[in-house]
């Protein structure tokens, strides 16, 4: 099951980054309906095929290189559903061996609900607010599969040794701080893309030339009122808008930046025999690898390689998290289990 889970969530992966590709071709609307397109279980090409499509729906012909994208992403995301709907049946009919339960049932409930975003993106036309929404359903996705891998590995291993100083287990609160950051910022991140303000800043470190570019509307790039009616392909909003987007977001990085530079300092410092170093160091990698690809994107205009590895990174940083708090926690535990004996035989003695 823990080979299974894994597996999951590297096909989770897969469908970020999929999704990621989808949008950066404009293929959002490349079949107009859902779940299959203009009506067929795939992209019509022959000629009486696209016929049909065109007159089923004529104000959206028929475009062959922007309906596969679309469909590619679909056919993934409807591959991950099953393999979690086969982990939740799994899980149910093994429960009494032992293996988690709810977290299988309540992935396999929350992936339903990622496809019915899905289905508003596109009767929605891209509604921002449902396509952010949905950016960030695929990476809690495959967040709880990363936990279900987590916690089915560390059954079948057993628990570690290893143990935490105080200094180290005093930075708990700062490594959920840290979380929460990356959250917020791959909100910024969805609604960055939603928007289309990922090229609203073209140079480095300014925006425009300027520090603080003059101008900007936060008030209407963070407008969550935005009607539902229009075709949001290409976004909606004014220049001033998408720029107070972007900015947030390159303010969202430094400060990711900042905590974690001082947070994981600190880890490194104190990590003594915790067993900490692969985690501590694999969430410093690769967040010098998403600040990298985030400047490469702007300074290299998008391209298209970049900005999807910029989106699977963003996802990698999400799970280096995961897993240090995931160790993190560990720790205390069999510290208090080797530090319980201790107690007892001095309340034992002073008796």
């Not at 925006?207 to 009607?227: E, I, L, N, S, Y």
């Not at 400047?295 to 990174?313: D, K, Q, R, S, T």
């Not at 998290?321 to 205390?332: D, E, F, S």
Request: glycine share 10%; hydrophobic share 55%.
């Amino acid at each position: 099951m823990a080979n299974w889970a894994l597996f999951a969530a590297v096909l989770a992966v897969i469908v970020i980054m999929l999704g990621a590709w989808t949008r950066l071709v404009h293929a959002g609307l490349g079949c107009p309906d859902w779940p299959g397109c203009y009506g067929f279980l795939s992209v019509p090409q022959s000629e009486s095929a696209i016929a049909i499509a065109n007159a089923r729906f004529p104000d959206t012909p028929v475009d062959v290189e922007k309906g596969w994208p679309e469909m590619i992403h679909r056919y993934a995301a409807g591959t991950l559903g099953l393999v979690v709907f086969g982990l939740a049946g799994y899980a149910v009919r093994h429960r009494r061996t032992g293996v988690p339960v709810k977290l299988p049932l309540f992935i396999a409930g929350f992936i339903v609900l990622q496809g019915a975003f899905g289905m508003w993106t596109v009767t929605l036309k891209l509604w921002p607010q449902v396509v952010a929404l949905h950016l960030l359903g695929g990476f809690t996705t495959l967040t709880l599969l990363t936990l279900l891998t987590l916690r089915l590995r560390a059954q079948g291993r057993g628990r570690a040794a290893a143990s935490a100083g105080p200094a180290l287990a005093r930075l708990r609160p700062w490594l959920y701080g840290g979380l929460l950051l990356v959250v917020l910022q791959i909100a910024l991140g969805a609604w960055t893309a939603a928007n289309y303000a990922a090229v609203a800043c073209t140079d480095l470190p300014t925006c425009q030339g300027q520090w603080w570019p003059a101008g900007m509307d936060f008030r209407h790039g963070f407008d969550v009122t935005q009607q539902v009616g229009p075709n949001y392909l290409g976004g909606q909003l004014t220049a001033d808008g998408r720029v107070a987007i972007h900015v947030s977001h390159r303010l969202g990085a430094v400060l990711v930046l900042a905590h974690f530079t001082v947070l994981l300092a600190l880890m490194w410092r104190h990590r003594r025999a915790s067993g900490l170093d692969r985690a501590i160091a694999l969430v410093a990698l690769v967040l010098a690898a998403q600040v990298s690809l985030g400047l490469a994107n702007v300074l290299l205009h998008i391209p298209l390689g970049i900005a999807v590895a910029h989106n699977a990174m963003g996802a990698g940083l999400l799970l280096a998290v995961v897993h240090l708090i995931w160790r993190h926690h560990q720790l205390p535990q069999a510290h208090r289990a080797q530090a319980t004996p201790t107690t007892t035989i001095n309340r034992e003695v002073t008796a």
